[in-house]
């Protein structure tokens, strides 16, 4: 069965930092991209953060470049999501997803997995 397990969110105030993880099962790992979304209340699901398996190239959303890093741990079957100087328009639900075929895009459609979800709820 495959899973994709997102955890690390919480509340946090606003100039703070989490660490988000989304662990895979049940499929290769290795041969899929890993993306990180979010949606906030009353918005569409934004493409924040993608690691391409077939390079290891990273990719930001332009709200998050400079402040969130993705790293890939390949051997525990885990991508993490570094979130630095959070904001309060980061608050959202994020969620991973992976992509057959390593190539990072930002079309929520082409994901053929999808996690859960994590809350993440920045503070002023």
């Known amino acids: 069965e495959v899973q994709l397990q997102a955890s690390g969110g919480g509340l946090v105030q606003a100039g703070g930092s989490l660490r988000l993880s989304c662990a895979g099962s049940?499929?290769?790992?290795?041969?899929?991209?890993i993306g990180w979304f979010r949606r906030a209340p009353g918005k569409e699901r934004e493409g924040v953060s993608c690691?391409?398996?077939?390079?290891?190239?990273?990719h930001y959303g332009d709200s998050v470049k400079g402040r969130f890093t993705i790293s890939s741990d390949n051997a525990k079957n885990t991508v993490y999501l570094q979130m630095n100087s959070l904001k309060r328009e980061d608050t959202a639900v994020y969620y991973c997803?992976?992509?057959?075929?390593?190539?990072?895009?930002?079309?929520?459609?082409?994901?053929?997995?999808w996690g859960q979800g994590t809350q993440v709820t920045v503070s002023s």
């Open positions: 049940g499929f290769t790992f290795g041969d899929y991209a």
């Open positions: 997803a992976a992509l057959y075929g390593r190539r990072c895009l930002w079309d929520i459609h082409e994901y053929d997995y």
């Open positions: 690691i391409s398996a077939s390079d290891g190239s990273t």
